[in-house]
């Protein structure tokens, strides 16, 4: 399976302020996209992130709030941009090729 | 969309015995059925999965049946050991090219294998 990077693996962050999150993975993959798991709670899709061109946003995520880019096959950027503290939670970078579908180390961020 | 229900939530077993956990999906083009195991701070992590050609699949101690006519797939583990105690998402996809590629998740079992 490819190995997947992401960072940071945590931050503390001020309101009203925003944080871009780079997930790296070792070999190209078809498919990447962005996951937010709140405490105690199942992974919920943000957006699924289409090489050289717009992400594709999940009900209740919206472009201006998580600005998402993808340059190549190998590397994608989430963005939460003016943060308020319930974006306090867990984001996860995901790569699929095929069936099966891998999961980054996560990023805990702290929205103050 | 897609709908998977999983249950149950909880689960504790005694070390040695065997648990079960059972998701239903609702969208019949689904044809994809991974299941994920994710340890306390720690990433998910895949562990096994099945595809819609197949009734059942083993690996070691673990296996994974499909019921695609009932819309219902199980997770099986035996011989349960403290390292199993973990939370489980069982997740559907429709690969076949008309669906979106999409992971959805059941909302998870928080297994815990006492000693």
């Known amino acids: 399976s490819a190995v997947i990077s992401q960072k940071p693996s945590r931050d503390i962050c001020q309101r009203g302020t925003s944080l871009t999150i780079q997930c790296q993975v070792d070999s190209q993959v078809t498919m990447m996209f962005w996951y937010r798991q709140q405490p105690g709670q199942s992974l919920t899709l943000i957006a699924t992130?289409?090489?050289?061109?717009?992400?594709?946003?999940e009900s209740g995520f919206v472009i201006d709030k998580f600005p998402i880019s993808r340059p190549n096959l190998t590397f994608s950027t989430l963005t939460v941009s003016n943060m308020s503290p319930e974006d306090s939670s867990i984001y996860l970078c995901s790569v699929a090729d095929f069936y099966e579908q891998y999961f980054g180390p996560g990023t805990r961020l702290t929205v103050t | 969309g897609e709908n998977v229900e999983q249950h149950p939530s909880t689960l504790s077993v005694q070390e040695g015995d065997s648990a079960v956990i059972k998701c239903t999906y609702s969208d019949s083009a689904s044809n994809y059925f991974p299941w994920y195991k994710q340890e306390l701070g720690k990433r998910p992590q895949l562990i096994i999965d099945?595809?819609?050609?197949?009734g059942e699949k083993k690996d070691q101690r673990i296996a994974v049946t499909l019921n695609k006519t009932a819309k219902h797939f199980s997770l099986h583990i035996t011989e349960t050991q403290p390292e199993d105690s973990a939370v489980y998402f069982c997740?559907?996809?429709?690969?076949?090219?008309?669906?979106?590629?999409?992971?959805?998740f059941g909302k998870g079992t928080k297994l815990s294998v006492i000693p």
């Open positions: 997740a559907a996809k429709d690969y076949s090219g008309a669906g979106s590629y999409q992971l959805t």
């Open positions: 992130a289409n090489q050289g061109s717009e992400a594709t946003y």
């Open positions: 099945i595809r819609s050609n197949v």
